[in-house]
């Protein structure tokens, strides 16, 4: 299983992935990590958020296929703003990816990295059209509230878990 965890800057996706590793182990491809190494290259562009999509994708597939099926869990953490980017993504991973978005209402004490304080602009999200929400994606919405600890949402995230995780 892929499992993308998409959502702002600072939502906790990252911890949320560490977290839900020490009960389902596998592989972590932080968003963050990719930009400061592989995709140092790419800058913010529709097209350049487009291919860091399509190579942490990639990866993601790679790496899946070659892991044990007892292990064969691959995190992907990203912002992923574009609707195109996660479609593409899913394209990609086909069967084998379960996308999360985790939405957060900020408070300015929740400003982690800094980047809402820093006037930082944030890229809008592109939401699927209602419809698309009726395919058989994998796409699941989890909401964190102010006082979730990283624990009590990868424990939301584990209620939704799949049955067949050996996709």
Not at 7 to 33: C, F, Q, W, Y
Not at 84 to 98: F, I, K, Q
Request: hydrophobic share 40%; net charge neutral; proline share 4%.
């Amino acid at each position: 299983m892929i499992i993308l965890l998409t959502g702002e800057s600072g939502v906790g996706k990252t911890s949320v992935a560490k977290t839900l590793m020490n009960r389902h182990p596998g592989i972590l491809l932080d968003g963050d990590d990719m930009r400061d190494g592989l995709n140092s290259d790419l800058g913010f562009s529709d097209q350049d958020i487009m291919e860091n999509m399509r190579r942490a994708a990639h990866i993601a597939v790679l790496l899946h296929d070659q892991l044990p099926e007892d292990r064969r869990t691959v995190y992907i953490t990203c912002i992923a703003p574009l609707l195109a980017g996660r479609n593409l993504v899913h394209e990609l991973c086909g069967s084998r990816l379960w996308e999360i978005r985790i939405q957060y209402d900020y408070r300015a004490s929740d400003d982690v990295k800094g980047l809402y304080k820093a006037g930082t602009p944030m890229r809008a999200y592109e939401e699927y059209p209602s419809e698309t929400l009726l395919l058989p994606r994998r796409i699941n919405r989890v909401y964190r509230y102010y006082n979730d600890t990283v624990c009590a949402l990868a424990a939301k995230i584990e209620k939704l878990w799949p049955a067949d995780k050996t996709a």
